[in-house]
Structures are given as C-alpha cells and as structure tokens.
C-alpha cells in the first residue's frame, strides 16, 4: 500500500511562495498518477493538480500560471511550487496517488491513497 507525507506549508502574504513536497513509500512515483488536492472550510475540495506516472500535467485553471507540480522519480517525491499565492488559495493541501499503471481517476475522489495534508495560509 502507497504511503504518502506531505511536508512544506506554512504561512505567507499574497504574493509569496511555498513548495510543498509529497514522500511516496512503496511505490515507484514513475509507476502511478499523482495529484494534489484542497479544501478550504466550508468549500468542497478541488483537485489542483496532477501529473501522470510519465511525466504529464494538468491544472486547476485559477493556479495554472502560478503553480507547478513535479517530481523526482529518484526520491520518490512529489512537488508542487506554488508562486504568487493569493488568499484564496488557503487551504489543506493533500497529496494523492492512484493505483499503479492506472490512468489518472476522472475526479479527485478518485484518488486510491491520500496523505495527512498540510496546510497553506495566505494573508492579505
């Protein structure tokens, strides 16, 4: 079974950064699809971004521009580099994959294993 940690949130102005990393256990991250996931309080989850287990991308269209996910196949490790943060992107940030040698899940519930998650807070 996939474990995932995410680490790398924090507290920031609008307009600052984070990057936001994802270790993966006992799967290789070149085998599976990967994502990350928020919720704000109140509001439903949204898939953020994703990147399939070679390397392609898709992204919310409120944070393309601004966000960028990746990963290191070597460390096992997912990214996302978030830049020009906006209030509006506060949130628990959660790392999720998909079963191995599966395309990516249609929508954000989808997702087979999820991490603890790590919160995001942009000040205005």
């Known amino acids: 079974q996939v474990q995932l940690v995410e680490s790398g949130g924090g507290s920031v102005q609008t307009g600052g950064s984070l990057r936001l990393s994802c270790q993966v256990s006992r799967y290789a991250t070149s085998s599976i699809c990967m994502g990350w996931v928020r919720q704000a309080p109140g509001k439903e989850r949204e898939g953020v971004a994703t990147?399939?287990?070679?390397?392609?991308?898709t992204y919310l269209d409120s944070v393309k521009a601004r966000f960028t996910i990746s990963k290191d196949n070597t460390k096992t490790t997912l990214y996302l580099q978030l830049n020009d943060l906006k209030p509006e992107d506060t949130a628990m940030y959660y790392c999720a994959a998909h079963y191995p040698w599966n395309p990516c899940p249609r929508d954000v519930g989808g997702f087979s294993y999820w991490g603890q998650g790590t919160q995001v807070t942009v000040s205005s």
């Open positions: 990147i399939t287990h070679d390397g392609r991308t």
